[in-house]
């Protein structure tokens, strides 16, 4: 039973290289410890405050985005309506530019086709001025030929010509 129940002895023997190494490791180690468990703890403690900063900046940062991306959303949408209006106007105005063009051809057309009519009314006159000419050039040469006729042809223009 000597086993269960240490000696005296053995334990004043025991004791003093427990207290030798009792007060070299609370000389020496247990601050050198202490001051890394505390560095240990400091610097767990400054990481959670930096995640918890990058925490809220990454959320500042998604709201952020967010109000960027509506806002590039609400200005394509704008652009996209501003391209049509812009588009609607550029057919606006190539219709209008293209009904002042039509009457412009049109106008120039009936101006075109009136003197041509104009021309062709002239050249028929004088073709049936020429004809009408001729004739009474071939009619008046038989009827000169009599001096009776002639009288009378001349008192009857004279008679015309003071009824008019």
Known sequence: MELFTPDIGLMFWMLIPFGVVFFVLARFAW??????????????????????EANERLAGIKEES???????????????????DMREQMLKEAKQQAAVEADK???EARMTIRKEKDDAIREVRTQVAEL??????KVLRRNLDNKEVQMELVNKLIDEAQKN
């Open 31 to 52: 601050p050198a410890i202490l001051k890394g468990v505390d560095k240990r703890a400091s610097f767990i403690e400054e990481s959670l405050q930096s995640a918890k």
């Open 66 to 84: 967010e109000r960027f991306l509506a806002q590039v959303k609400e200005e394509q949408l704008r652009l996209l309506k501003d391209a049509v």
């Open 105 to 107: 051809i049109i106008q």
């Open 132 to 137: 009408s000419i001729g004739i009474a050039e």
